[in-house]
């Protein structure tokens, strides 16, 4: 084999290397169609009472507990984030002057980036389309809060030995009992609607076809980042509720893909060890006349062959 | 075979004081952290989960511990023999960046102690980007010690000497390492191949890992191709650690650096550099990034440090034959690619990292930096233990003579080997020899 050969195989094998370009019209090697439950938001009905805030930390054990702290609307003051210590929080907006309300919490996603990312699996997307985690397999990396486009999973840094990730678990006590989860049950004006996915983005388009003046014609989550289980109806784009603008591929498309085809049957790693057992196999004894060309040649050509490998 | 000795010096000296004092005080910091939590020592938060402890630890740990699998490719899989004295500095300097890895990920981690959970079947992750780079850094680190272990057996076989009732399992340990002296050579192409495979699958996930964060990250740095950048840079940081640690060493150990391989690796580097360069800039031209740069802020100027400090200064640098031959320039370029690779990594993971909901920008608290400045320094007294103990480094212990001269010995005694077998380039052998 020829030098000119050498280079058009590296060129091969590198190519397989280079991701995205070889694999992009594959689909989305990971998602999975998970026709589970999901509850609807409707923001127009909101009156901000927070109740759903305490019923959550009451059935999840959070440490917060007392109904009254509840009542303090002060709260709303300042846009807030769930944290390890809350799993929903409800915040206000003003875009139009008029307060609006949103509860904040794990959108239990279609495709979760959190699920994706995680190196253990500790995080899963249940066939009930909860998106469940499981402590005693985490190893704290952390990589699932880094990865989540809706900032949602939060950590417990001041424990010391058995830190968790710590996001809405939609109740899965009480879903595995057959009740609703705890901030739906309470909810005293049914802004929340707990239900099949699909029946509820059903719902969702009749009260919009229903009512036009009071809701734009968008239901959020039913296809951002590929879907969530929780959906929200809003007078106004959810953006100007403070929820991030997200377009419609689930976000773990483009690394998935990288890795299933740098994988794929274990193909390409395995042609580039061959390949460079092959060139181990072929210079065992060219190294001669190389040192014969002057040391300057040799590095030309050290950077051809290792530029090769590499692109 | 290379031929190589332990350093004969002195190992308490001032400077080593100074970096014992660093290491005491990483410990202070860490041991809080195994007592009060993460939190306690860092300005990690639910808005920055990673710090300074994965950008500059594992990120650019990784990534400056290239140097091992560049230089084993060079010299066993290329068979630029010439190299081979640079081998073993760069096997030990990524054995030991690579275990220091793991160590920081020890602070690092919520659940330390969990480490080992990629490696159970019923965890196996296969879509996740960082269970590759955990595999593969695992699997890595195994082929590195395997490719340590000439140097012990080198060091061992025939005198060990064990203190105490040790002494009777001097049998054992000498019959262990002759067998390992008998079976590695045989097997030792395969793990050098696997090393540099392993090493090409997870540099370029290190750079996957951000592809996951399309909505959080600035545009000038996410990108599909990541991982493909992440490779190359490393692969164009490998030779140049080499060139640092070769010329730091010879200075501590006061001896000559092998100018003549370095500035050769260094104009090597100039291109990886270059080429580098380009698919950056493509990839930027592509995707329409371009106008990012002018928008004034800390993105766009970490962005321009990192090319111009970090890629165009030291390739330009390199290209010039005089800068190459000279030890203070070379070592001056090398030190730009060290500093332009490590922005990047930490430009990659926090710089360009921006929070949806963010209310604050993340700066390393006291405890982090001092957690990672006490790995570096540790790594620095553990290699220079090392190199005193085993047979790294290539000199000549008896006289002052110089590697290059070394070196061509050992080209003289190889060709002499071939002269007496008939080849197709036996009359180059001759015509040089004579
Ligand atoms: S919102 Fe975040 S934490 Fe919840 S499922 Fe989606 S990615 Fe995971
Ligand atoms: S912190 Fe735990 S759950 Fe999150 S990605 Fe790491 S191992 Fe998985």
Redesign the interface.
């Known amino acids: 084999m020829d030098r000119r050969e050498f280079t058009k195989l590296l060129g091969a094998t590198g190519l397989a290397?280079?991701?995205?370009k070889a694999a992009a019209s594959d689909p989305h090697?990971?998602a999975r169609k998970v026709d589970g439950i999901g509850v609807l938001v409707d923001t127009t009905l909101c009156i901000g009472c927070r109740k759903c805030e305490w019923a959550c930390n009451q059935s999840n054990n959070l440490p917060e507990q007392p109904l009254s702290s509840f009542e303090n609307k002060s709260a709303f003051t300042s846009?807030r984030?769930p944290?390890?210590a809350h799993y929903t929080v409800v915040n206000e907006s003003r875009p139009d002057g008029e307060p609006i309300w949103a509860k904040v919490q794990c959108m239990h996603c279609q495709d979760p980036?959190c699920a994706?990312?995680?190196?253990?699996?500790a995080f899963d997307k249940r066939d009930d389309g909860v998106v469940a985690y499981d402590a005693s397999?985490?190893?704290?990396?952390?990589?699932c809060?880094?990865?989540c486009?809706?900032?949602i999973?939060?950590?417990?840094?001041?424990?010391?030995?058995?830190?968790q990730v710590r996001k809405c678990t939609f109740c899965l006590e009480r879903l595995d009992e057959g009740r609703a989860p705890a901030c739906v049950s309470i909810c005293p004006v049914e802004c929340l609607t707990y239900g099949r996915r699909d029946e509820l983005i059903a719902l969702a388009h009749r009260k919009i076809a229903r009512n036009p003046d009071r809701y734009i014609d968008h239901v959020y989550g039913e296809h951002e980042v590929g879907g969530t289980s929780w959906l929200y109806l809003s007078s106004v784009p959810m953006t100007e509720l403070?929820f991030?603008e997200?377009g419609d591929a689930p976000?773990?498309c483009?690394?998935?893909t990288?890795?299933?085809s740098?994988?794929k049957n274990f193909v390409p790693?395995l042609a580039?060890?061959a390949f460079?057992?092959q060139?181990?196999w072929l210079?065992?004894?060219?190294?001669?006349?190389?040192?014969?060309e002057g040391?300057?040649a040799?590095?030309?050509q050290?950077?051809r062959?290792?530029?090769g490998?590499?692109? | 075979m290379i031929k190589a000795a332990p350093v004969q010096r002195k190992f308490l000296t001032p400077g080593v004081y100074v970096l014992l004092s660093i290491v005491l005080i990483g410990v202070f910091f860490a041991v809080r952290r195994f007592l009060f939590g993460i939190g306690a020592i860092s300005n990690l938060n639910d808005q920055y989960p990673w710090g300074i402890w994965i950008a500059i630890d594992v990120a650019s740990g990784v990534a400056l511990a290239a140097g091992g699998f560049t230089t084993a490719a060079l010299a066993h899989i290329f068979h630029r023999h010439r190299y081979e004295a640079l081998v073993r500095p760069a096997l030990l300097t990524a054995l030991l960046g690579y275990t220091f890895v793991a160590l920081g990920l020890l602070v690092d981690l919520g659940r330390f102690y969990n480490i080992w959970h990629p490696l159970m079947p019923s965890m196996w992750s296969g879509h996740s980007v960082l269970f590759e780079v955990g595999i593969c850094v695992m699997f890595y680190l195994t082929v590195l010690y395997i490719e340590f272990m000439p140097v012990v057996v080198e060091r061992f076989m025939g005198r060990v000497a064990l203190p105490g009732w040790l002494a009777h399992f001097k049998g054992v340990v000498e019959f262990l390492l002759r067998l390992f002296d008998r079976t590695l050579g045989r097997v030792m192409a395969l793990f050098i191949i696997a090393g540099v495979l392993l090493s090409c699958l997870h540099q370029s996930s290190l750079g996957a890992l951000m592809v996951i964060v399309p909505y959080k990250m600035h545009p000038l740095w996410h990108t599909p191709i990541l991982p493909l950048l992440f490779l190359m840079s490393a692969i164009a940081v490998g030779f140049p650690m080499v060139i640092v640690e070769s010329i730091w060493a010879a200075r501590t150990f006061g001896r000559k650096p092998e100018m003549h391989l370095l500035s050769s690796l260094g104009k090597t580097v100039s291109v990886l550099l270059f080429v580098y360069f380009s698919f950056k800039v493509g990839d930027m031209i592509i995707r329409g990034t371009v106008p990012w740069l002018f928008q004034p802020g800390l993105e766009s100027f970490m962005f321009v440090l990192e090319m111009v400090g970090g890629v165009i200064l030291p390739g330009a640098m390199l290209l010039s034959s005089r800068i190459r031959h000279s030890a203070p320039h070379l070592l001056a370029a090398a030190l730009l690619v060290v500093f332009g690779v490590v922005l990047n990594r930490i430009n990659v993971f926090l710089v360009a990292y921006k929070p949806l909901y963010a209310t604050e920008r993340y700066f390393p608290a006291i405890g982090e930096i001092a957690v990672t400045a006490g790995l570096i320094a540790t790594l620095i007294l553990v290699y220079r233990l090392m190199v005193t103990v085993f047979p790294v480094m290539a000199v000549e212990t008896e006289s002052d003579r110089s590697v290059e001269e070394w070196a061509h010995d050992v080209e003289t005694k190889r060709a002499d080997q071939r002269m007496s077998v008939p080849r197709g380039n036996t009359a180059v052998t001759q015509r040089r020899d004579s």
């Open positions: 290397l280079v991701p995205g090697p990971h846009n984030r944290d390890a980036a994706s990312a995680c190196i253990v699996t397999r985490c190893m704290g990396c952390r990589y809060i880094v990865s486009p809706f900032q999973p939060a950590y417990e840094y001041d424990n010391a030995l058995t830190p403070d991030p997200l976000v773990p483009v690394t998935e990288i890795q299933h740098i994988f790693p580039l060890y460079l057992g060139i181990m210079t065992r004894d060219r190294e001669q006349d190389a040192e014969a040391s300057d040799v590095a030309t050290a950077v062959d290792q530029g490998t590499t692109l």
